[in-house]
């Protein structure tokens, strides 16, 4: 099984910049797909970005320009920068690994609040 810890969250003006971090640890080596997720109060969880072993990526249309997803292989970690915060980001973000043999790994969530 894989084991997924995020951080990076916290309370950021409009207009500004986080960057969440999401270690991986266990069978590692089984993930073949890693991505962040994220849940806004009162609605359902939404992809925001995927990214593959091989560094294939893909964006939600709302963040596509503003937020980058990124892996170091290295440091069993994914990273998503986020630029230009927006009010409408504000949402709990998970981290997501898909894994062979159809397992899917979460990891606890972080809060990423965009307000003045």
């Known amino acids: 099984q894989v084991q997924l810890v995020e951080s990076g969250g916290g309370l950021v003006q409009p207009g500004g910049s986080l960057r969440l971090s999401c270690v991986a640890s266990?069978?590692?080596?089984?993930?073949?797909?890693m991505g962040w997720y994220r849940q806004a109060p009162e609605k359902e969880r939404e992809l925001v970005a995927t990214?593959?072993?091989?560094?294939?990526?893909n964006y939600a249309a709302s963040v596509k320009g503003r937020f980058t997803i990124s892996l170091d292989n290295a440091k069993n970690t994914m990273y998503l920068q986020m630029n230009s915060l927006k009010p409408q980001d504000t949402a709990v973000y998970y981290c997501?690994?898909?894994?062979?043999?159809?397992?899917?790994?979460w990891g606890q969530g972080t809060q990423v609040t965009v307000s003045s």
């Open positions: 997501n690994g898909q894994q062979v043999g159809a397992r899917v790994s």
């Open positions: 266990g069978s590692i080596n089984d993930i073949y797909l």
């Open positions: 990214v593959t072993r091989g560094g294939n990526t």
